[in-house]
């Protein structure tokens, strides 16, 4: 017999409160008394209650509190649970867009896809390389290079989420090595996708043509430039349109509405994520009577459903899957300890050699390497894409999750130090010898 759907919304609810009262003392625990940011506390109360580990425990002979789905695509967490993480991170980032000044952005664009290209290249193929030198894929044919094809994507991977929530905690969203980061974050987004998808149509059909490069490129950009300058134009009258409703909370409801719009479109009819679509909506909206009106109201949202993120982001990793399959325990250490330090310094190199080329001084592009580090849930979902269609195994699958923890662990804590000190800028008030400009 079938639950009831009150049943299975009970359950859910059940599920949703363990689930936040582990997200507050695990951020609780980090901020007071670790001194770390909550994000990482949060993370690691998501790991500690998984499937894999304490939530995983039959109980004085019962149930699990988080059995592993049986229909769930391959995810390790219930199909609802993700629903409500992928809310959340749709609520986190329309609010960084808000708070993003769009003006500051523009600027900044030009830098951060700059930023964002080496951040993507030099990952690339610093993950292929490493997958080839230890032997989990090849060179011999198409087909047996594909598994560095998807570790090389994987290492593209930048955690927008992960950046934004720490960059906001310490209220250097708005400052130029904040904007450049997070905008940075969205064309790797973009580049990421388009890498993906076309790894993806290699595994399915063995090859890809030039023209199918072309039309997912076309896609990427063409959604997000237009949504940006159509946002950008007709933002006015959409924010005096939903500030004619003066119900309780109506421009708080409808102003999310324009979010889960824009994330829909962008994953169903353009193949990006819908953060993506999300982030570009509140930078839409970001110099509009409209966001001064929603941010304390979306303030007190964020704080509800974005700690159920990055919780359900840890209980995704599987660290039982790591060293299983046709490899040694050794040989998997190896590798994740030398993808890891590809994972670092490619990031660090990638995307802080260009930030120097673009006009910040040492600390500001430290700052915005830092910054791009973490892979998060972002690598997360692709290596589950790469397991679930069974073109990478659980051998593989372990390394990326030891160095995607790894990654997402280290950053927010060298990136808040990174922050402290004087002007990133090669013409800020640390650096006033030199005359060099962002533009």
Do not use: C
């Not at 570009?280 to 966001?291: D, I, Q, V």
């Not at 600390?363 to 910054?371: H, V």
């Not at 892979?375 to 372990?398: H, K």
């Amino acid at each position: 017999m079938h639950d009831s759907p009150l049943a299975v919304v009970a359950e859910l609810i059940l599920l949703l409160s363990i689930i936040l009262v582990a997200a507050k003392v695990g951020g609780e625990i980090s901020e007071r008394y670790l001194k770390i940011p909550p994000v990482l506390g949060e993370l690691g109360a998501g790991i500690l209650i998984s499937p894999f580990l304490l939530g995983g425990i039959h109980w004085f002979g019962g149930n699990a509190i988080f059995e592993l789905p049986h229909d769930a695509g391959g995810l390790p967490v219930e199909p609802q649970l993700f629903f409500v993480a992928q809310l959340a991170a749709i609520v986190l980032l329309f609010e960084a867009g808000l708070e993003t000044d769009r003006e500051q952005f523009m600027k900044y664009v030009r830098p951060a896809t700059a930023v964002a290209a080496g951040g993507v290249i030099l990952p690339f193929f610093m993950g292929f390389a490493a997958t080839i030198m230890f032997g989990f894929a090849s060179v011999d044919s198409v087909s047996a290079m594909v598994p560095a094809l998807f570790v090389g994507a994987i290492m593209t991977a930048t955690s927008v989420g992960i950046t934004a929530r720490v960059l906001a905690d310490i209220r250097k969203l708005d400052s130029p090595e904040g904007v450049t980061v997070l905008a940075g974050a969205v064309v790797d987004d973009v580049l990421g996708i388009i890498i993906l998808a076309i790894v993806v149509g290699i595994a399915e059909e063995g090859e890809v043509t030039a023209g199918s490069i072309g039309v997912i490129f076309l896609k990427a950009v063409g959604f997000w430039l237009g949504l940006m300058i159509i946002g950008s134009i007709v933002s006015p009258y959409i924010s005096k349109a939903v500030l004619w409703f003066k119900s309780p909370g109506g421009a708080l409801v409808l102003a999310l509405a324009l979010a889960f719009v824009a994330s829909a479109v962008a994953e169903i009819y353009f193949g990006l994520a819908m953060i993506i679509g999300a982030y570009t909506m509140g930078l839409a909206l970001s110099n509009t009577e409209l966001k001064h009106q929603v941010e304390g109201s979306m303030r007190q949202v964020n704080n509800f459903l974005v700690p159920i993120f990055f919780v359900v982001i840890g209980m995704q990793v599987d660290f039982t899957a790591f060293g299983t399959g046709d490899t040694t325990l050794a040989a998997a250490i190896a590798f994740a300890a030398v993808l890891t330090l590809f994972a670092v310094i490619s990031k660090l190199v990638g995307s802080g050699v260009p930030a120097l080329l673009v006009g910040f001084n040492r600390r500001g592009a430290t700052r915005i390497a830092l910054g791009m580090l973490p892979r998060g849930e972002v690598a997360l979902i692709i290596a589950g894409i790469g397991l679930t269609s069974g073109v990478i195994g659980q051998d593989i699958f372990g390394v990326v999750i030891v160095m995607t923890v790894v990654t997402t662990v280290v950053a927010p804590v060298f990136l808040i130090s990174a922050f402290r000190g004087g002007s990133g800028l090669k013409n800020g008030d640390d650096q006033a010898g030199d005359n060099q400009t962002v533009d």
